[in-house]
């Protein structure tokens, strides 16, 4: 959207202001000091920074809080170098964000990384920000590798807080704030509707359907009840709704126990207007979460140590009508202003038999659904430290126990609608009602489960002799997980069966000096998903790392502080390939039945099911990464990874080589695939001085990563440019617009599609070629070609950057990307199609006059032409956002000393301000449905010790 | 005290570590399903039944659309998508029995000629891959039957015979579409023995009447009624009698094809590559043995003299053996048919949402889409019930409609629903004329399918009949290949007046010369096998679609105006005819082209044209 210049004027004004007042020294939450963290978690263990040999990206718990939103995953935008969010959607609680750690990884079925909280498998999104302690980015083979066949896409590795030794800290935060739709479709009034829809009507070469009289009616407003002029979108939605969080936390610990307790509570309400309040058998759109979490170790004796961490929360979603908004938008989309009015003027509501139902109504008079989730992370561990048979060596045994489990409960009823004419008396005529009107009737669905169990056992060693470091870790991991999910191709029979996995992990390090260091890691591991012979896999990483500043030659240099190379190599695997379950063992499903003998006597069938392949097995990566870690002149540090990712064994479809005639009922997938993917990550940090009072810091990265499908079994093209291989994962492929057609002639002279009568107006496609591979002068599936780019971005950037003064701080932070295409499909793009809308943009419509349109001429029909999938509705979706903006200010000790607090911040944020982009259309993040959300918030930090 | 508590904690400890160790080994083994295998289904006859309704359900059809999920096919992947038709595989609207107007319909693109190896198997031939399907597990029954434990020889023998059937069966669907194909005669397993080309029409033909004779081998001579709808003699002998009457038809006994591809040794994968009269001499033997099974076996065409000639029962219904021939399901005539559907299916459901015009056309229809509508040219075709020509007025129409449907052949009212019929039990009086929802626009040829339409349908489910061989098949083919060959012998003139003496005609005149009888036997196939999937492939194999109004030019429909307005329904009409629509035929059409992607895999030659 165009850039909200005057909100970023506001906030301007707000930073000079916050900078003329008087303040206090303090160090605010928002300022991070250069100095990296001594340590960093690493797969099943913690590690320290100056000799991690892994790319790891890490950013804090307390970090991810700047981002105001309901769902932890949004918080991760243009924040960790390597890791590409993709916006799922804005609806709360149906808002996950999809995570991609360089890029997409895998043709696949699954490129999503592995998400590790506190060492098991877990799902991050029911977290809250205030739990976390961290969030690391696993990303090359020595990182990943001790996770064996599930680390090819990365790792998620997720720390929740634990307690210190500490007195008791009480923290409360408050944060209230409000939520409006950052964009909205702009869609024509009744007038301009009626006005295009008759020359759309003109140009299919049929009478005009609206009257002069109509569109005098349309324009002046006079007749509200026959010549309506509604924006449904202002009907339905409010233009702000309320987001809150709460969270109350201590955190404290002595040498014998520690502790870190919290409760959160997030009430986010929806855009819907609240129908709740007015109609009984409707509700209001809200979305609230409690979360808590109690993380407690004990030192039982003086060698024996316990650790229990719970975590669990519980949600509630509340939808007028639907529990899912996606129908309302649609209908949002293609209904027309002047269709029908929202109330007839009896009351009852307008509605014809075109549109499948009235938007308000859908919401005020279907009833209201309600979801309850409740997620649980429970884990224990036991850690014994085994001095008394060598030093440094400890084992440790964990459990785990996790569950998540999501039901919803719908209350539905349907509704009358009428649609209404006049006589030729003038009397308003009721048609008889569209729709029957019922009495709420519930229902009860589960919408998905998981849980799974894991126990791991460990053996640890860290000890450093003389210049001699040694560490090593030895950890068997079990694990057994039910996920009720749909599988493709299985048959309810496999599906409720878990998912197991067996493996043995191990890590080796060895330190000289901490100036060189040597690592290995790997994995053997092992699935039930594959036969017998081929369950098991070694997965094994080997890095090398030099500090170079420790070298007698940097020693004193003033320039360079800390110099370390780094490189690592190794194979990972990822075992979530999708196909078949159990594609290995031929089954024989039932395929329904046939009938015997004059009485039809009914004989169950049995056939052979898709075609085993024996040798399934999952897909493995080779992993080539270089890093270089450089802090120069105590304020700047830069990180630069440059990274070669070579995928194979990718399950791929055979259906395109084998052919049809074998007979086979589906032909097995086979572990053909190829893809490499490169890139690098560069970030750099600075932060000035910490003694002076105005602190300033910036932190700035890009990351790219470019992926190719090097083999993907395709079968034999017409055209050689049909080839997906040699494109990136998810190429759109589609025909290749050069235009619009402005003359008869032009068009005689052009190829054009079968069956189609092109006017000027039409767009005009390129001709790659026929069945042949010759051009044959006509438009077809023949003459698709790789339009623009996936939706996954190429590039990714982010800048991180804040100052404080005294008790003030401001907190800027950005993300871009580029290398991106998104499409416009659908009604709510396509003027009159479907019975459908009409935007702003087709203001801009080829007619005879206005022959340099951006938009194709208009026509009511089904036009097979014009909307086709082609590079003439894909935009390139390149973007930089203002992901937050807040502004805070500490009190004084003084101050609060006498209310008996050790620390207070009060601050105001903004969370997706403004957007710079190239899609006039609509939000680039939020083409379709529910719009995006931006945030506007204050809020309050307060500590007790 | 702390100790013990430590001494406790590391046992404890232990033990998950040991426990944990002692699950490993069988932990990943995939715990027990419900999965059955081959051998399982071998292990007994019982269990071979299984797969025997399997080798049925893949390897039979119907004349009119199978929704998979009516028919069963729900286990089918979702990467062979194209078998998703709803209303696909109804060839009628091809051809110049009717037009199929619906909007999503795949008649158009053959009207259009704009069928491509892009789209053929959405556009005809979904079952492609489902005869691959049935010829899979007739290979598999074929290897294995003779190892069940507990099954008699007869059962084997059956068996077998039964898997040579319906490998031939769908054999020859793919020859009559394709031409030549790959042979597949046993079950292929690794990808290399994949590499099979087509081989040519003569090889082709030669296969399908080897399976066929080997099949009148193994099976029973009739099955008995617990297994009426499976293969006996008299399925094999039909199969092999029109097998044989395609191979002797014009398109195939050729020196050359259609079109060429090229060179002569190619161009036997469209034909045989040399002209040979005996074709038709085997092709009329081999009716003849199926006429001669039929007859010792109690296989017969419907025929009681009172019925001949319909009975207008109470409320309209035009009772008469031809319709009972259609609308009975296992009658004495079907030699063999498929039972897909074997439950009673109510108005709303496949076939008969189909064939029914829905209530926006015909008040009460029931159906869901718009069905076929006869054309004019087919209505045409019928003969006054005196055995002459009905004229129509092409020019100038006319204004006695209804008793010019009145003069018509008795199966006319038997197999149209026009102006004025009963189409069911809840339409008695069906408007079809300008100013009803039935006019020009809707029922474009000027009627509704009556055929296939049980009366009591509205109220009552009914079993869709569907049947792949009759008897009257049989003898209309006998009477061709016996003309073709020799001429209009008394044998051909009997078989021909079998047909017509049932429905109530008279015989055809004697004296007819070779051409005269074949123009009449072929205008009583097009009569008496209306709307059973005939039409299409009777016209490629005589090589007839370029003629005007055939799959080429103007397809004429009627529009009625009703002259008064008695009460409860007029009494009389004008016709005046139209041409609503012209359509295109390209020579490349006489053989479907194989499916693209298939054609890419590098094994199939493309049919020349496409």
């Known amino acids: 959207m165009k850039n909200k210049i005057a909100l970023y004027k506001i906030f301007s004004c707000c930073c000079i202001l916050a900078f003329s007042g008087e303040v206090v020294a303090q160090t605010a939450d928002s300022i991070r000091l250069l100095k990296p963290a001594a340590e960093k978690y690493i797969g099943f263990a913690k590690q320290k920074t100056n000799i991690v040999t892994g790319s790891i990206t890490t950013i804090t718990g307390t970090d991810t809080r700047k981002a105001f939103t309901n769902n932890i995953t949004n918080t991760l935008y243009g924040r960790l170098p390597g890791l590409t969010m993709l916006q799922g959607g804005n609806e709360p609680g149906a808002n996950n964000a999809t995570p991609f750690i360089r890029g997409a990884n895998t043709f696949g079925f699954n490129g999503a990384p592995l998400v590790i909280i506190d060492g098991f498998l877990g799902d991050y999104s029911q977290l809250v920000p205030e739990e976390i302690e961290e969030i690391s980015v696993l990303k090359d083979a020595s990182a990943t590798a001790v996770y064996g066949m599930r680390g090819a896409n990365g790792v998620l590795l997720i720390t929740t807080k634990r307690g210190k030794v500490q007195p008791l800290a009480v923290n409360f935060n408050a944060q209230y704030g409000i939520q409006g739709a950052s964009a909205l479709p702009k869609f024509l009034n009744s007038f301009d509707y009626a006005r295009l829809y008759n020359e759309a009507l003109t140009n299919d070469e049929k009478p005009a359907f609206y009257t002069q009289a109509n569109l005098d009616a349309y324009q002046n407003g006079s007749d509200p009840v026959f010549h309506p002029n509604v924006n449904w979108y202002d009907e339905v939605l409010r233009k702000t709704a309320p987001l809150a969080n709460y969270n109350l936390n201590f955190s404290g610990g002595n040498n014998t126990v520690k502790f870190f307790a919290m409760l959160n509570a997030l009430s986010s309400e929806g855009l819907y207007k609240k129908f709740g309040d007015d109609f009984d058998e409707s509700s209001n759109a809200t979305y609230n979460r409690y979360n808590f979490r109690a993380n407690v170790e004990v030192a039982l004796t003086k060698r024996l140590s316990s650790q229990i961490n719970i975590g669990g929360s519980v949600d509630d979603k509340k939808n007028p009508g639907d529990l899912s908004t996606g129908g309302n938008f649609s209908l949002l989309d293609v209904l027309a202003p002047n269709a029908f009015p929202v109330f007839n003027p009896n009351r009852s509501f307008g509605g014809n038999q075109t549109y499948s139902g009235n938007p308000l109504a859908n919401l005020t008079s279907t009833g209201f659904s309600t979801s309850n989730a409740t997620s649980l992370q429970s884990s224990l561990r036991l850690t014994e430290q085994l001095d008394m048979i060598t030093k440094g060596l400890s084992t440790s045994v964990a459990v785990s126990f996790n569950s998540f489990y999501q039901a919803a409960s719908n209350k539905r009823k349907t509704y009358e609608r009428f649609s209404i004419s006049k006589n030729l008396l003038g009397d308003t005529v009721y048609s008889r009602p569209f729709g029957a009107k019922t009495s709420l009737s519930p229902t009860e669905v589960v919408l998905s489960q998981f849980r799974n169990y894991a126990v791991q056992a460990s053996l640890d060693y860290d000890r450093v002799k003389g210049v001699h470091g040694l560490s090593g870790l030895l950890l068997f991991n079990t694990d057994n997980n039910i996920i009720d999910k749909q599988v493709p191709n299985t048959d309810p029979a496999n599906q409720a069966l878990p998912y197991k996995s067996n493996g043995v992990s191990t890590r080796l390090t060895y330190t000289n000096k901490e100036k060189y260091i040597a690592e290995f890691s790997g994995s053997y591991m092992g699935t039930e998903n594959f036969n017998a012979g081929n369950r098991y896999g070694f997965f094994p990483a080997a890095s090398l790392g030099w500090v170079v500043s420790k070298e007698n030659f940097l020693n004193n240099s003033k320039l360079i502080d800390f110099l370390k190379l780094r490189v690592s190599y190794g194979i990972v695997g990822n075992e979530n390939i999708g196909g078949q379950r159990f594609a290995f063992a031929q089954r024989y499903p039932f395929i329904a039945s046939y009938n015997f003998g004059t009485g039809n006597n009914t004989v169950g069938a049995l056939g052979e099911g898709r075609r085993l392949n024996p040798d399934v097995t999952w897909e493995k990566e080779k992993k080539a990464n270089i890093g270089l870690e450089v802090n120069m002149v105590k304020r700047i540090a830069i990180v630069l990874d440059v990274f070669k990712n070579e995928r194979y064994d990718i399950l791929s479809s055979s259906n395109s080589t084998i052919p049809l005639f074998l007979g086979f009922n589906g032909l097995p997938d086979l572990n053909v695939g190829k893809t490499s993917t490169k890139g690098f990550e560069l970030s750099i940090r600075y932060s000035n001085d910490e003694k002076k009072p105005l602190q300033f810091f910036a932190e700035a990265f890009s990351a790219y990563a470019k992926n190719n499908i090097d083999f993907n079994n395709e079968p034999q093209q017409p055209n050689t440019n049909l080839y997906r291989t040699g494109y990136a994962i998810g190429q759109p492929f589609g025909l290749q617009a050069l235009g619009l057609f402005q003359t008869t002639a032009e068009i005689a002279a052009s190829a054009v599609p079968l069956g189609i009568a092109i006017k000027p107006g039409d767009i005009k496609y390129r001709d790659f070629g026929g069945p042949n591979g010759v051009p044959d002068g006509i438009i077809d599936g023949n003459d698709a070609t790789a339009i623009g780019k996936t939706s996954i971005p190429e590039w990714t950037f982010g800048l991180n950057t804040g100052m404080s003064y005294k008790g003030f701080d401001v907190n800027l932070i950005f993300q871009g990307v580029a290398g991106v295409s998104q499409y416009l499909g659908g009604s709510r793009f396509y003027a009159f199609q479907n019975n459908g809308q009409v935007t702003e943009a087709a203001l801009d419509r080829w007619t005879p006059t206005n022959t340099g349109a951006k938009y194709p001429k208009l026509s009511i029909e089904g036009n097979q032409n014009n909307y086709r999938f082609s590079s003439f509705w894909q935009r390139d979706a390149s973007f930089i956002k203002l992901r937050v903006a807040e502004v805070g200010y500490t009190f004084s000790n003084k101050l609060l000393k006498s209310i008996r607090l050790s620390q207070a911040r009060f601050f105001v944020n903004g969370t997706n301000l403004f957007t710079l982009d190239r899609v006039e259309e609509g939000d680039v993040d939020a083409l379709y449905g529910y719009p995006q959300i931006r945030t506007v918030s204050i809020g309050l930090k307060v500590q007790l010790k | ?610």
């Open chain 2, 1 to 610: 005290m702390k100790k013990k508590l430590q001494i406790i904690l590391s046992i404890c400890l232990c033990s998950i570590v040991f426990f944990s160790c002692k699950k490993v080994a069988d932990f990943l083994d995939k715990p027990p399903g419900i999965d059955v295998d081959e051998n399982l289904i071998f292990s007994a006859q019982v269990q071979t039944e299984r797969y025997m309704a399997t080798l049925y359900q893949y390897g039979t059809f119907a004349p009119y659309p199978l929704r998979p999920a009516d028919a069963g096919f729900s286990g089918l992947p979702a990467s062979f998508g194209a078998f998703n038709g709803n209303m696909n595989s109804a060839t009628i609207g091809i051809t110049d029995e009717g037009e199929q107007s619906e909007s999503f319909s795949i008649a158009q693109d053959w009207n259009n000629a704009a069928v491509t190896p892009l789209n053929i198997v959405s556009r005809e031939d979904e079952r492609y891959f489902l005869r691959w399907l049935a010829i899979r597990v007739a290979n598999i029954i074929l290897e294995r039957a003779d190892g069940i434990p507990d099954a008699n020889n007869d059962y084997k023998k059956m068996i077998k015979g039964e898997a040579l059937f319906i490998r031939a069966l769908s054999n020859f669907e793919t020859f009559k579409r394709y031409g030549g194909f790959p042979i597949v005669n046993k079950r292929i397993i690794t990808i290399e023995d994949s590499k099979i080309a087509r081989s040519s029409v003569a090889d082709c033909v030669a296969a399908i009447v080897k399976d066929c004779d080997d099949a009148i081998a193994l099976l029973p001579v009739v099955q008995t009624s617990n297994f009426t709808g499976r293969a006996h003699i008299g399925a094999a002998l039909a199969l092999k009698a029109r097998t044989l009457l395609y191979a002797a038809s014009p398109l195939f006994n050729t020196a050359t094809p259609y079109l060429s591809l090229g060179n002569a040794e190619d161009d036997k994968l469209l034909c045989f590559g040399n002209a040979d009269n005996n074709r038709w001499k085997l092709a009329a033997d081999a009716a003849k043995a199926v006429l001669d099974w039929s007859a010792a076996n109690g296989f017969a065409l419907i025929d009681v003299p009172a019925n001949r000639i319909p009975v207008f029962g109470l409320g309209g219904i035009v009772n008469g053996n031809y319709r009972t021939s259609w609308q009975q399901p296992d009658n004495q005539e079907m030699i063999f048919s498929c039972k897909l559907y074997g439950a009673p299916k109510s108005n709303g459901s496949f076939p008969w949402q189909f064939f029914l015009p829905r209530s926006n056309y015909v008040p009460n229809g029931l159906g869901f889409w718009t069905p076929p509508s006869p054309t004019f040219n087919f209505v045409r075709k019928y003969e006054r019930r005196d055995g002459t020509t009905q004229t129509w007025d092409l020019v100038n129409g006319g204004n006695d409609l209804l008793a010019k449907y009145d003069q018509l052949d008795a199966r006319f009212s038997q197999t149209i629903c026009y102006t004025g019929a009963r189409l069911h039990a809840n339409v008695t009086r069906t408007p079809i004329y300008q100013g009803t929802t039935s006019d020009k626009t809707a029922a474009k040829g000027g009627f509704w399918m009556l055929k296939w339409i049980p009366d009591a349908i509205p109220t009552l489910p009914q079993i869709a009949n569907a049947p792949i061989f009759r008897v009257n098949e049989v003898l209309l083919s006998y009477a061709e290949a016996l003309n073709e060959f020799s001429g209009p012998t008394p044998e051909a003139y009997a078989a021909v007046n079998a047909v017509r003496t049932r429905s109530g005609m008279p015989n055809l005149p004697p004296g007819l010369s070779k051409d005269q009888f074949r123009t009449r036997v072929r205008n009583e196939r097009d009569i008496e096998m209306a709307f059973e999937n005939y039409r299409l492939w009777d016209i490629r194999r005589w090589m007839i679609a370029e003629q005007d109004g055939v799959m080429q030019g103007n397809m004429l429909g009627l529009e009625i105006t009703r002259l008064n307005n008695t009460l409860p329904f007029p009494t009389a009409f004008s016709y005046k005819s139209f041409v609503f629509e012209t359509r295109t035929f390209q020579k490349r059409m006489y053989l479907h082209p194989f499916d693209n992607n298939e054609v890419l895999k590098g094994n199939l030659k493309q049919n020349p044209g496409w």
